[in-house]
């Protein structure tokens, strides 16, 4: 009786299936120019950068987030999912007040339904003092 049950068990546990994938969703691709260079701007001057995204896939693009590599670089994002062929903007606000002068390069990292899903787009600048 003890094997019965033992082999029950078994037989159980080996029909739940043993699949290791886990399917989150679907990926896509994008296409977004990867660096936006301000040029010369004087420090206390906002830059915003614009970049334009297009889904080049066959599913809709899902941004989760983007976000700056300091507190001086805030993202604008869309919140709706892009589809196939449409375009959509980033906007990425870069306050000089807090950067300095000199020569900057600002990172943001955009999390989205993409492979790979963590692509890094770039403000640069020439900050000079007034």
């Given at each position: ?24 969703g ?93 692509t890094?787009?770039l ?7 007034k």
């Amino acid at each position: 009786m003890k094997y019965v049950f033992s082999l029950l068990i078994l037989i159980g546990l080996s029909a739940c299936g043993g699949s290791d994938k886990v399917v989150v969703g679907n990926k896509t691709t994008m296409d977004i120019e990867l660096v936006y260079d301000a040029g010369n701007v004087l420090l206390g001057e906002m830059i915003t950068a614009k970049y334009t995204l297009t889904n080049t896939g066959d599913f809709p693009l899902t941004i989760a987030s983007v976000t700056g590599s300091c507190t001086c670089t805030v993202a604008e994002f869309p919140d709706e999912p892009v589809l196939p062929g449409e375009s959509a903007f980033i906007l990425a606000h870069v306050n000089t007040d807090k950067t300095g002068a000199g020569i900057i390069n600002k990172t943001m990292r955009i999390v989205a339904n993409t492979e790979p899903s963590i692509t890094q787009i770039l403000v640069k600048a020439n900050v000079r003092r007034k």
